[in-house]
């Protein structure tokens, strides 16, 4: 058995705060420790020198679209965009570099950033403008939560019975079903070819990042059967949990459904509601800035409780994409009628998830935490638009608002947290992520560094069915999934002011973490391990 001591480090492990190696044999982690110990122990072993950097376990990405990413890392992005005009222009600059005819993709608008002190420029571009710069080119540009998107008449066209379908507008951006209907006409543009090279293109970035496992999030609204089979097919070492979602009504049809697809579980984006953004999260209370409207429920109760009910007999995970707070009552209630009908246990066993989580109330918190539900949220969303005068509090006014991504409050109650960047909504960026769950611009949402780092890390593996308690850390015994990180200072830093004193304290032998505060710079991904295995290398990529 081949042995690798890594000496000279910092290395994040809960089994020795101080330790500067650590020993890999097999794919495993079999010591952390000091140099000189290390060498005395492994004297066989091969010495790799990490030349002072910070090694820590590599982060898990709960919540990810592969091929959506994909394209958007080669493609057409318009998150720059400040207004109609860029927008209109970026789409010019993508048409004329593409290929004639050929599909535009495209993601990332979010007008509610886009200045409107000059007339038009806050609004969306109109079918007849799109038009306009492309001619009949099929084209597909998503607002940044993926939830509504612009469309050329000829991608328009594509779609008999476009004009009947809920949500549909000749215009203005569709959502809803329309919405669902032109993605998947776009969907169908792509060849087998152009979809596989984006999904690997998004894994290699992943690893690049120093992530080893993702969760994609597919179903028949998003990604597709297609899309979602070619992802089992793909050869790459980044490891890809695949959840579909789709309800079910009984737990043959959960086992059923799972074969097929092989997928691993029935949950991800079974959408309950749709988007803050788009004004398609179901709320309790109208929008603020549109009073004649509380989103869309795109599952009614009973729905929701039948597949709870379902996947739970089936021993199968289920989970489904809520984000308003009606949305987050209905489900919570479903999961206490389940647990009450086929006892706790047997829910908590399953670790159903939600995803986002964006507005739960603290009684349906407590119903969560008790049926063992875990939350897999993104913090860079309260970091795009939380804050003054930000998306949030455009759609939902300053007190409803606040209340966003309570990564501290679902903790405190006993919610399991898995982060991540479902990407391409945001990018996939672990740090960052740590960084936004840290600095809430609600300091009471926030939770400390070492928190906000176990959730990204040590959470994601127990939000995809792994809970050893070794998974995710690097203590003797863990697979070797790590990363290596070149970082400025290391730091011990609390949540709030007398956690941070009791912490800093050497006697409370805390492992330091990088500094994640808004001015520090953030860490770079040298070395990516899973099992032990390289994935990724900053010099070998150049």
């Excluded at 000279?8 to 000091?34: E, M, N, R």
């Excluded at 820590?56 to 990413?69: E, G, M, R």
């Excluded at 993104?378 to 966003?404: C, H, K, N, S």
């Amino acid at each position: 058995m081949a042995t690798d001591l890594y000496v000279g480090g910092a290395v994040y492990s809960p089994a020795a705060p101080d330790a500067t190696a650590l020993a890999v044999t097999d794919g495993i982690v079999v010591w952390v420790g000091s140099d000189d110990v290390g060498r005395a122990l492994h004297p066989g072993a091969r010495i790799i020198g990490l030349d002072g950097r910070f090694v820590a376990p590599a982060f898990v990405d709960s919540h990810v679209h592969l091929t959506s990413t994909g394209l958007a890392l080669t493609g057409l992005t318009l998150t720059s965009a400040a207004g109609r005009s860029d927008c209109l222009a970026l789409l010019a600059a993508a048409h004329t570099a593409s290929a004639p005819g050929d599909l535009i993709w495209g993601t990332g608008w979010d007008d509610s950033a886009w200045d409107d002190s000059v007339a038009g420029e806050g609004r969306c571009p109109t079918t007849a403008e799109i038009d306009a710069v492309v001619g009949d080119r099929p084209v597909y540009l998503a607002r940044v939560d993926e939830h509504s998107a612009l469309a050329s008449s000829a991608l328009r066209a594509r779609i008999p019975g476009l004009a009947d379908a809920g949500g549909f507008h000749p215009a203005e951006p569709l959502v809803a079903e329309a919405h669902h209907l032109v993605r998947g006409a776009a969907r169908g543009l792509l060849n087998a070819d152009q979809r596989r090279r984006a999904q690997l293109r998004a894994l290699d970035h992943a690893a690049s990042v120093g992530v080893v496992a993702v969760h994609e999030n597919g179903g028949p609204d998003i990604s597709g059967t297609a899309d979602f089979l070619a992802i089992a097919d793909l050869d790459h070492p980044v490891a890809v949990r695949r959840y579909w979602g789709q309800a079910v009504a009984a737990a043959d049809e959960a086992r059923a459904l799972l074969g097929t697809l092989n997928a691993d579980a029935l949950g991800g984006d079974l959408f309950v509601d749709g988007a803050l953004g788009s004004h398609t999260a179901w709320l309790s209370r109208p929008y603020t800035d549109a009073p004649d409207t509380t989103g869309i429920a795109y599952l009614d109760h009973d729905t929701i409780g039948r597949h709870i009910a379902a996947c739970t007999v089936a021993g199968i995970q289920a989970g489904f994409h809520v984000i308003g707070d009606a949305a987050a009552a209905s489900v919570a209630g479903a999961f206490a009628e389940v647990a009450a009908e086929l006892g706790t246990p047997a829910t908590a066993r399953c670790a159903h998830r939600l995803e986002h989580a964006e507005m739960v109330s603290a009684p349906d918190m407590e119903i969560l935490a008790r049926c063992g539900v875990v939350a897999s949220m993104q913090p860079q969303f309260d970091a795009a638009w939380g804050g003054p005068g930000r998306l949030y509090e455009q759609r939902l006014g300053v007190d409803r608002a606040a209340g966003l991504n309570d990564f501290g409050g679902l903790a405190k109650a006993g919610v399991a947290l898995a982060f991540s960047s479902d990407t391409p909504v945001t990018g996939i960026d672990p740090w960052a992520t740590v960084r936004a769950a840290v600095h809430h611009h609600q300091p009471r949402n926030a939770i400390s560094a070492r928190a906000a780092f176990a959730a990204a890390t040590r959470g994601g593996w127990r939000a995809g069915g792994v809970n050893d308690g070794l998974t995710g850390t690097l203590a003797p015994g863990a697979p070797a999934h790590f990363a290596v990180w070149e970082a400025d200072e290391l730091v011990v830093v609390g949540s709030h002011a007398g956690v941070q004193r009791w912490s800093t304290d050497p006697r409370a032998r805390v492992p330091a973490l990088p500094d994640v505060s808004p001015e520090a710079a953030l860490p770079r991904c040298v070395q990516t391990f899973r099992d032990g295995a390289p994935v990724y290398s900053a010099e070998a990529a150049g």
